[in-house]
Nanobody
Framework: QVQVMESGGGLVQAGGSLRLSCAAS????????MAWYLQVPGKQRELVAS???????NYLDSVKGRFTISRDNDKSTVYLQMNSLKPEDTAVYYC?????????????WGQGTQVTVSS
């Protein structure tokens, strides 16, 4: 069983930066993919960025060049560095972690952290 907790959200002016963190914890688990999703009211959750165990990354087109996803395997933590923030980045950001725990596949979501970008 794996649990995750996000932090780092908040209110920032356009052009500013935030760094989101997501720490995973559990027993006898490995992490294959860590990812960040965003969700705005009335819309489906959308992938922002992901990073695999090999370090391969994928990004939503609208954040390429502005956001960077990284992971610290020793700390079981994934980060999302968000630069040059825009009002349209405003959303709840969710951490998603997938892998194996005691031989079974898991897919765990955090509770979400609010990011608000003002004009």
């Amino acid at each position: 069983q794996v649990q995750v907790m996000e932090s780092g959200g908040g209110l920032v002016q356009a052009g500013g930066s935030l760094r989101l963190s997501c720490a995973a914890s559990g027993t006898l688990f490995t992490i294959n993919v860590m990812a960040w999703y965003l969700q705005v009211p009335g819309k489906q959750r959308e992938l922002v960025a992901s990073i695999s165990s090999s370090g391969s990354t994928n990004y939503l087109d609208s954040v390429k060049g502005r956001f960077t996803i990284s992971r610290d395997n020793d700390k079981s933590t994934v980060y999302l560095q968000m630069n040059s923030l825009k009002p349209e980045d405003t959303a709840v950001y969710y951490c998603n972690v997938r892998g194996l725990a005691q031989g079974f596949e898991y897919d765990t979501w955090g509770q979400g952290t609010q990011v608000t970008v003002s004009s």
